[in-house]
């Protein structure tokens, strides 16, 4: 079956602009997270979703990040006035719960701000 | 905070050789243990995982161990091919919550 997919697979923007990648999870999976991966790191988590409502979003940067998932499957990741520092593979994986630990993971979108 | 690291970042290995990746922790509240595969321009893949209450767990060609004594776990690949060519990291979870904190990663290279 259909893995998760992101979308755009890269993205080059400026800095100061807004940015949205786009996250469609597996069908059928509730629990939906976001990482960040900079370059010879290890993922680091974002935010997670159960179904519509984000249930932990503690690893959000700042204000400028922000995410959605409106209708508890499609996800949205925001990011305004993007920096420099914004650059780095994003990464969305999904579960089917929130009680299940298997995280299945998309194959990332490449941010580079320039 | 809390952290999930390894001991080396890079690990190179003869095809057929058996491979073994470690993984120190260090939050001893970490109920559960997990291991991803990562190929270049691709996300994690799950390998394999292991609860807190256990000390070995067997899978296809992988074997985790895991010692709470001294915080540290491991990854054991039999008869290592170039297909494993990857970076390998470990993750933990702790208390029920459902974000995975990633060490630095291991690279595995397999030579011919």
């Known amino acids: 079956g259909a893995g998760v997919s992101q979308t755009p697979s890269n993205k080059v923007t400026e800095k100061g602009k807004y940015v949205e990648l786009r996250c469609d999870p597996i069908s059928g999976h509730t629990a939906l997270y976001w990482y960040r991966q900079s370059l010879g790191q290890g993922p680091e988590f974002l935010i997670y979703f159960q179904g519509t409502g984000a249930a932990d979003d503690s690893g959000l940067p700042n204000d400028r990040f922000f995410a959605v998932r409106p209708e508890g499957s499609v996800s949205t990741l925001k990011i305004q006035r993007t920096e420099r520092g914004d650059s780095a593979v994003y990464l969305c994986a999904s579960s089917l719960s929130g009680t299940s630990y298997e995280q299945y993971f998309g194959p990332g979108t490449r941010l580079t701000v320039t | 905070g809390e952290s999930v690291g390894l001991h080396l970042p890079t690990l190179s290995v003869q095809e057929g050789d058996n491979s073994i990746i470690n993984c120190a922790y260090s939050?001893?509240?970490?109920?559960?243990f997990i291991w991803y595969k990562q190929e270049s321009g691709k996300g994690p893949q799950f390998i394999i995982d292991i609860r807190s209450n256990m000390d070995k767990r067997q899978g296809q060609r992988v074997t985790v161990l895991l010692n709470k004594t001294v915080k540290h776990l491991s990854l054991q690949i039999a008869a290592t091919q170039p297909g494993d060519s990857a970076v390998y990291f470990c993750?933990?979870?702790?208390?029920?919550?459902?974000?995975?904190?990633f060490g630095t990663g291991t690279q595995l290279k397999v030579e011919l």
């Open positions: 939050n001893s509240a970490s109920d559960y």
């Open positions: 993750a933990d979870l702790t208390g029920g919550g459902n974000k995975l904190t």
